[in-house]
Structures are given as structure tokens and as C-alpha cells.
T-cell receptor, first 115, second 111 residues
């Protein structure tokens, strides 16, 4: 596709349920990032994938959060046993690795609301 | 100390004004620099890269001062549509690129 695609665009879930958020990066982009942004706050780094390297998971807030990237393309962020503080917009971005001067392209995000 | 620091604002300016944002970074291994724009309830979008020689795109001028470790963005002849949050972004090489986003500076341009 022409841009980074995220689904669903909105998700309302009950506290304690698991959710999966999907990101389809720009074709050929080897680097993929997940961030989250709470209302009125800055971007919080979650996880970074680059090619076949081990992902940088240093931003994941707890072991309820996990992510995978299959075939170097689509990525899924999973939140288990959701809590109200998980409510935020989850943003995915992709870029060409090694061409850091080109910046990232973000998807439009998944707005997660835990009730 | 945060790795990338910005004045959170908000900056409230009239249409036609010139406004400048500064951003400082702490890691001297920083390699590349950007300004992103984020509209309310939207995703960030790349506004422009920042080069040591300075670069201009229409009403927007970006400057990088490596010695002092700061980046600036100048907006001339502000428009209502420039109202947004401006994010300073730094890529650091640490065995792989690590990207640090500033918390952003809010700009309101008023008629």
C-alpha cells in the first residue's frame, strides 16, 4: 500500500480482555516501530523491529505487552489482560533502515479504550 | 535530563507573525534530525529534515547547531493552518539507530 495501515482504527474493550492491534508497514521498509500516545501527552516508545535482528523491547511497559513481526512485514501488538491505563492511541511507524535521514511514516493509529 | 527537550508552549501568535521553536539534545552521537508536525488527534507527519547547513521549505526554515546541540524551526508569516504541535526528533546511532521524540511544542495561530 501507499502508506502505513493500522487496524482497527478504534477498539473498545472490557478490562481484563486481550486485544491485538495490527500494523502493515510500507512495502520495503525494514524498520517498524510501535509508540503509544495518551491524550495530551508525548509519544512513548514501545518496541522496534529491524529486519531479522532481535527487537528492541525496552519500551514495553509490562509483560502484558508483546509484539511480533511476521516475515519482516506485518506486525501485531498484543496487550493481555487490559487495564484502564492502557487506554491510548497506539501508533505504528516504518522507515528504511540505514536511511535515517528520511524519517518515518506513521499510520493513523488505533485508539484503544478500556472500559 | 531528557535526551530531547522542547519548550512545551503553548505559543499563541497572531496570523502573519514569525515564530521560532528551539530544541536541545543531549547525546553527541546524534546523527540525524527532523521536525514533525502533529495535528490534534492525528498522527505525526514529517515536516522537514534538519541539516547543518540549514534548510528552507517555503515559510519554514530549520537550523542545526551541532556544537551547541540544538535545533531550531522558524515559521514566517504564520497561517491559521500552522496551528499544531511541533515535534523535534533526533536519531542516535548506538549500534543501530535509536529515535528520540521530543514532547512537542504547541502552536496556536489566531486571526
Amino acid at each position: 500500500g501507499a502508506g502505513v495501515s493500522q487496524s482497527p482504527s478504534n477498539k473498545v474493550t472490557e478490562k481484563g480482555k486481550d486485544v491485538e492491534l495490527r500494523c502493515d508497514p510500507i512495502s520495503g521498509h525494514t524498520a517498524l516501530y510501535w509508540y503509544r500516545q495518551s491524550l495530551g501527552q508525548g509519544l512513548e516508545f514501545l518496541i522496534y523491529f529491524q529486519g531479522n535482528s532481535a527487537p528492541d523491547k525496552s519500551g514495553l511497559p509490562s509483560d502484558r505487552f508483546s509484539a511480533e513481526r511476521t516475515g519482516g512485514s506485518v506486525s501485531t501488538l498484543t496487550i493481555q489482560r487490559t487495564q484502564q491505563e492502557d487506554s491510548a492511541v497506539y501508533l505504528c511507524a516504518s522507515s528504511h533502515y540505514g536511511e535515517a535521514n528520511y524519517g518515518y511514516t506513521f499510520g493513523s493509529g488505533t485508539r484503544l479504550t478500556v472500559v | 535530563r531528557k535526551e530531547v527537550e522542547q519548550d512545551p508552549g503553548p505559543f499563541n501568535v497572531p496570523e502573519g507573525a514569525t515564530v521560532a521553536f528551539n530544541c536541545t539534545y543531549s547525546n553527541s552521537a546524534s546523527q540525524s534530525f527532523f521536525w514533525y508536525r502533529q495535528d490534534c488527534r492525528k498522527e505525526p507527519k514529517l515536516l522537514m529534515s534538519v541539516y547543518s547547513s540549514g534548510n528552507e521549505d517555503g515559510r519554514f526554515t530549520a537550523q542545526l547547531n551541532r556544537a551547541s546541540q540544538y535545533i531550531s524551526l522558524l515559521i514566517r508569516d504564520s497561517k491559521l493552518s500552522d496551528s499544531a504541535t511541533y515535534l523535534c526528533v533526533v536519531n542516535i546511532w548506538a549500534g543501530g539507530f535509536k529515535t528520540i521524540f521530543g514532547a512537542g511544542t504547541r502552536l496556536f495561530v489566531k486571526a
